[in-house]
């Protein structure tokens, strides 16, 4: 008789993968984390702001958006890991170019696990979303040298803060990938008691002191594969928030505000990591938004975090 | 089917006694409810159905089912029992059970996520505006409310009846 169980359920990661896993988000660089993102929130600083005008917009927020150098600097760190980043333009209004680099798999490489961050930002933008690049390209180079089974796909969204653009735009072109992760504000934290506000209809939080891995129903799984292989290893206490069905319900809108979004609404499997940025960071969207107001152990925790999940979803049987 | 329409005949045999035309009333209703624990919520607006059956001229058993959209979509069913004044203005105060099953936003402790599954909850309801004419019950912005659970924490669980009609058969 021949029994077909998988080798490892859904939700549930093997203990070689998750061995590999810790071993690797040992290896996290926490001062090249915020290095990264300091360098990035200068670049912000001084960039050439998008035309706010073409936005229909001339509030301050607006006409302090930019997206130019900081898609520079992650092509050129892409390219000093030995990799090749492609620019995925597309001109209609407003023009976005995504910078796209895969990792090929070592034996399977037409499965995609794809890591995301939007790189453009407002003002400085260190929280929202240097942080986010940050890690990104930190996975970029722990991966560079040690591909693993599935191909893995590094993703920088043009134009998040316009709506979404880069990342529905390049969620309608391609096959869909095995899973997604996507990091948007993940440097502030505060464990200060009332510094985390929450949503009508969701549970309070005592402290802004967790990452929130965000999922929906098709991605519960894997909300739960990063539990299991990274809660209690080096990253900061992981709070799971699954919105029901597709997650495009009118009263969990608050859970559709990133990157993605685009591929929840696609029926694809996607986790969203956050500080859960305004309803933790008073520096959302301002001027304020420094790299001095981040929290780098926790920046550094969520990197580690992010490794431990990449490594379970592309390597796993 | 049979155990329903061995009631009905019961039911059916004993009007004659009883000085109400039906113990049978069936209808339908449109409400919003939401179910909030420490780890779970489920909630929306829809609409349902609803039955009862009278024990006498002041009291009554009903079960209801409600399909719910907001958090996702889910089901509602609600059994209980309460007691309505006699006359033309008949409000109702009920005890209920309930039962959601189906689409809740999860938020779980630090790294740990709760089973999918329903959530169970027990309310106190009353039905002030609600009146009955020639057979035909009218009810508006009946509210209940309570506890709810989804076994791992415990919480509070709170709907309104929006409008509800219903007609003895």
Known sequence: MLLLVPACAPGQVDGP???????LAMDVDGDRVFSDVVALAGLHAKDTRVDCASLNSRADT???????AARRFLEERFRSLGLSPVADEVMDHPAT?????????TSKPDEVVLVGAHFDAFFMGADDNSSGVAVMLELARLLATRPLARTVRFVGFDHEEIGLVGSTRHARGRPAPKVSLVFDCVGYADSTPGSQASPVGFPSSPAGDFLAVVANDVSRSRAEEVLQVAAGHGAPPLVPIISPGLGAGP????????DHAPFWLAGESAVFFTDTANFRNKNYHTRLDTPDTLNRPFLTGVAKAAAMAVVAWGDAP | MRPALLLALVATSSLAEEPFASRFTVGLETLGAISLTQVRTQGGFGGGVHAS?????????????AWLWGLGS???????????????????LSANLALGLGGA??????????ARGPTLGAMLGAALLRWEVDGLIVSALEVEAGLSTEFLATGFRAGVTVFSLGARL
Do not use: I, Y
């Open chain 1, 62 to 68: 607006w006409c302090n958006l930019t997206n130019d």
């Open chain 1, 251 to 258: 009263l969990s809108g608050n859970l559709m505000r990133s």
């Open chain 2, 53 to 65: 059956f009278s024990l006498g001229p002041q009291w009554q058993v009903h079960a209801k089912a």
């Open chain 1, 17 to 23: 993968t998750t061995d590999k896993a810790r071993a």
């Open chain 2, 105 to 114: 936003l999860d938020v779980g402790t630090p790294d740990r996520l709760p």
């Open chain 1, 97 to 105: 170019r995504n910078v796209v680099v895969d990792l090929r798999g």
């Open chain 2, 74 to 92: 889910h089901t509602l069913v609600r059994v209980g029992g309460g007691w309505q004044r006699e006359g033309t203005w008949r409000p109702l």
